[in-house]
């Protein structure tokens, strides 16, 4: 799907791909957390790579075969600091008070909890970020 | 952003009426919290129970607005949801940040104990 980059189109993608998971994942929580990588992923695209242009888009493709979950964010804006994918703790929930919490900077470490593997890449002006989840088959409908 | 709001003593309650708390509307929940302060209202206790989705937009604007209130008052919340429960686990803002009740009537008791 594509969605233009406003902020308040975001959730479209987050109904998507709970649409998608709807009726394979039975674990609402797991869906829960996949649907927030997705959004946090669109809305960093939207905000950090094109400004919130709405003239321009995010691309989301969602790929599910057998237990392999793969979500693709596509964006045409200007790339990330992908060395911030090295660094799960790079918001460091241990350094919680209230007064050092910080307001934001907490989506890719949002992504990198939910999924099991995030990879970005950027070429051809193209940046995508890939995130996978191996869904078990005790997540699965239907199944022990 | 619908925000329902009512008074209970001195403490204000208030709870947004959305069911998602994102990156789409937490500048204007933002908005309004920020109002509320600034027109006084130092102790506020947020229900949250509507919400059934909120992404670290979401958490950036309730961090804001326990910011603003600062040592001034005190902010409380309660009918906190699975899903954003997880999330408050997850960023381990509900252990010395948040102050997160299980219902309304602790969360106005906490409150009510800081007027």
Redesign the interface.
Known sequence: MTIPCR?????LA?HAIKGVLAETIKD??LV??I??AV??AV?NS??HAHGCNADCNVEVSIFLCNSELVIEVTDTGAPFNADLLKNKQC?D??D???EK???????I??IC?AMDEVKYKSFADRNILTMRKTIKPTDRDGEP | MDIETRYEGSALLAKPLEK?L????APAFKSHMVNYILEDHLHIAIDLSEIE?M???G??AL??T??TIGSRGKLVLFGVG??VG??FS????D???FEIHEDKHSALQSLNKAI
């Open positions: 902020l308040d189109h975001v959730h987050g609402s929580e829960f957390l649907e927030l959004c946090e809305s939207m905000q918001h929930p241990e919680a008070t209230c919490a910080a307001e934001g900077g907490r989506g470490f949002l909890r | 998602r994102d990156a789409g509307n989705f992404d670290s937009s958490l950036s961090l804001s326990l910011k699975r899903n997880k999330l997850l960023t381990r803002l252990r010395g940040v």
